[in-house]
């Protein structure tokens, strides 16, 4: 990597602290400037300013300008006065990750199956070097809640799944682990976990009972026992990996006492000390747990679900110590636990014998790439830098039936030369987003952490937020996003304009459905819209279900709905659907207006296009958001 630019924190990257592997000659300079940038605007949550984006990666300011200019281009960034935002298109990278991984698609309607059943959050995750990294969440929604995020990166030792990938690990692993541990002392590289604690102390007592809890746990291994039998919980729930791992405590660890500190007290390990005694009693167990190790209160259980003999993910259940000690949670969940896991074991099963029955397809080369990049180039001069978004675009060729590809396959996925696709797969291998064996290449978890983590939890509202201001900007005129709920209608966006005579309305305000072109446009897409209480708001409002209906009917067919002066005299609107992937109608959009602004056939004329192509763009957001997670509408 160039010497401007600094390694990005967070990558559970077994280097040295400022040392890096030498960048290849074929490197895209471009590209890895690129994709530092947008490193760091992940980490800060994503959004930043030009500025500190120069500080953070010491790329010159002009640089900064180019890539945030070309990622802007691309959908990836929006341009906020002096300010970058990740925008959702970002998420399209992590999608072609999860897409290649099937496992999401696979495994989340088990997933969130359980947390229902348990009322608890569930999570699945997959390896990630020396880390682990969340490819789902099922949160509850509780005043103590999870807030991990799909796409956080997190230190394997101070978590369930942690353990239970390393007995895969072999010496390369191990000596990358320790490393990390040497050269990041306070896990400052993981932003989405608090730092390391300092050792913790404990008294006499407590270190008898670790001596009783080792010569019980030599005891069983000697005579053989499986310690996950349920004569035997009790002997398990005294074991490390049950245990006092808010300390990380190690059953090996019988350290010297502190000077001074009297027979009393002794200082601990750090957290995480402890993970290779953890890994060994996880390989014995099949399950593993983490009692407080992220911090204090938060508790989980977890299991791995395997493929071909693999470990192909981890499903943990995290709860919380005001409704579970880590011991309740598995002595209450294991059994619940191990049945989900059977099922998805089952699932994986069914779904490899379906993929090995099915021919693989050639990729073929996506429409308008050398065009789109041409136009770009030309609009944006040298502030375009093309290296990099064609760079990008390699990432994007993966994906459903497309985890392995071999060079040739890259290029005609993404319509680049092989020696254009050769340099940029190079480039992504250094970087860690790609591995390659036997000349065939696949994507890594790490992808998900180019602006996932942030972006993962965008509602509706914030998707649409950008889109509704740009429309309120050309048309002069007040626009709304709405939910409906029930029989009204509930404004969750609103960008208003300041006239004399303007539509004031503010976000949670709720009005009815019927009488609003908001309203109209959702209720067309139910079967049975409620049409109760048609109450005459003005001289114009229709009250008749069967005309309404009518209305109704002609709304799912126009696409659109126009409401006249019937919520309230002078007030005219016009309002189109926002649409899910699957075509349900999620929400609403309308542009409102003072009557004497625009007559109704020029609402039709000059505003409907201008709204139907902002809904366009609000729905293309919405759908790569909510591929693989569950947007929120407000």
């Known amino acids: 990597m160039p010497s401007n630019v600094a390694p990005a924190p967070g990558t559970g990257t077994s280097s040295a602290a400022g040392a890096e592997a030498a960048v290849p000659a074929e490197a895209v300079t471009p590209l890895i400037r690129g994709i530092a940038v947008l490193r760091r605007l992940t980490d800060a949550d994503g959004v930043s300013s030009l500025s500190g984006l120069e500080r953070s990666t010491g790329l010159a300011r002009s640089t900064v300008d180019r890539i945030t200019a070309t990622l802007a281009r691309r959908g990836y960034v929006r341009l906020d006065g002096r300010d970058a935002v990740l925008a959702p298109r970002l998420m399209e990278l992590g999608n072609a990750y999860l897409a290649a991984l099937r496992l999401p698609r696979l495994l989340d309607a088990h997933a969130d199956a359980l947390a229902d059943e348990l009322d608890e959050s569930v999570s699945l995750a997959v390896g990630d070097q020396d880390g682990i990294r969340f490819i789902h969440q099922a949160t509850r929604r509780r005043a103590m809640s999870l807030s991990f995020r799909i796409g956080d990166l997190l230190p394997a030792e101070r978590t369930a799944p942690g353990p239970l990938f390393a007995t895969e690990w072999g010496d390369r692993e191990w000596a990358r682990w320790r490393e990390r541990r040497a050269a990041d002392p306070e896990d400052r590289g993981f932003p989405a976990v608090p730092a390391r604690s300092r050792p913790i102390e404990y008294g006499e007592d407590d270190r008898n009972d670790e001596k009783d809890r080792t010569g019980a746990n030599r005891a069983n291994r000697t005579n053989g026992k499986d310690l996950t039998d349920a004569k035997d919980l009790t002997v398990a729930k005294d074991l490390t990996v049950g245990k006092d791992l808010t300390v990380g405590r190690s059953l090996a660890a019988d350290g010297p006492e502190e000077p001074g500190a009297g027979r009393s007290t002794r200082r601990l390990p750090t957290l995480g000390d402890d993970f290779e005694q953890r890994t060994a009693?996880?390989?014995?167990?099949?399950?593993?747990?983490?009692?407080?190790?992220?911090?204090?209160?938060?508790?989980?259980?977890?299991?791995?679900?395997?493929?071909?003999?693999?470990?192909?993910?981890?499903?943990?259940?995290?709860?919380?110590?005001?409704?579970?000690?880590?011991?309740?949670?598995?002595?209450?969940?294991?059994?619940?636990?191990?049945?989900?896991?059977?099922?998805?074991?089952?699932?994986?099963?069914?779904?490899?014998?379906?993929?090995?029955?099915?021919?693989?397809?050639?990729?073929?080369?996506?429409?308008?790439?050398?065009?789109?990049?041409?136009?770009?180039?030309?609009?944006?001069?040298?502030?375009?830098?093309?290296?990099?978004?064609?760079?990008?675009?390699?990432?994007?060729?993966?994906?459903?039936?497309?985890?392995?590809?071999?060079?040739?396959?890259?290029?005609?996925?993404?319509?680049?030369?092989?020696?254009?696709?050769?340099?940029?797969?190079?480039?992504?291998?250094?970087?860690?987003?790609?591995?390659?064996?036997?000349?065939?290449?696949?994507?890594?978890?790490?992808?998900?952490?180019?602006?996932?983590?942030?972006?993962?939890?965008?509602?509706?509202?914030?998707?649409?937020?950008?889109?509704l201001t740009e429309l309120s900007q050309r048309l002069h005129d007040s626009v709304s996003l709405a939910v409906l709920t029930g029989d009204e209608i509930r404004y969750t966006g609103r960008v208003s304009t300041s006239r004399v005579m303007s539509v004031h309305i503010t976000i949670g305000t709720r009005l009815p459905a019927y009488p609003t072109a908001l309203g109209r446009a959702m209720l067309a897409d139910l079967p049975e819209p409620p049409l109760t209480e048609l109450l005459p708001l003005t001289p114009r409002t229709i009250t008749d279900p069967d005309q309404l209906k009518a209305v109704l009917d002609r709304v799912r067919e126009e696409g659109y709905a126009l409401v006249d002066e019937e919520l309230e005299v002078g007030l005219r609107s016009v309002a189109v659907p926002v649409r899910e992937r699957d075509g349900r109608v999620v929400a609403a959009v309308n542009v409102a207006m003072h009557s004497s602004r625009r007559t109704p056939e020029e609402c039709v004329a000059e505003v409907l296009p201008e709204l139907r192509a902002t809904v366009g763009r609000i729905q293309e957001d919405l759908w790569v958001a909510g591929r693989f997670r569950r947007v929120p509408r407000t």
């Not at 791995?304 to 110590?321: L, Y």
Request: glycine fraction near 6%; charge should be neutral.
């Open 281 to 467: 009693e996880a390989r014995e167990a099949g399950w593993a747990l983490d009692d407080q190790l992220i911090e204090p209160g938060l508790v989980a259980l977890s299991m791995p679900v395997r493929e071909s003999g693999r470990i192909a993910c981890v499903v943990s259940v995290v709860s919380h110590t005001s409704r579970h000690t880590a011991a309740d949670l598995r002595d209450t969940l294991l059994p619940r636990l191990r049945d989900a896991v059977a099922a998805m074991e089952r699932e994986l099963r069914e779904a490899q014998h379906a993929e090995s029955a099915t021919p693989r397809t050639t990729p073929a080369a996506p429409s308008g790439l050398a065009v789109w990049t041409g136009a770009s180039k030309q609009e944006l001069g040298r502030e375009f830098i093309e290296s990099l978004a064609r760079g990008l675009t390699v990432i994007t060729a993966f994906g459903e039936g497309r985890a392995e590809l071999n060079l040739t396959e890259v290029a005609q996925a993404t319509g680049l030369a092989r020696a254009t696709a050769r340099r940029a797969l190079i480039t992504l291998e250094h970087l860690g987003y790609v591995t390659a064996h036997d000349r065939v290449f696949r994507l890594t978890p790490r992808v998900l952490g180019l602006g996932f983590p942030p972006l993962s939890r965008t509602s509706l509202a914030e998707i649409a937020a950008p889109h």
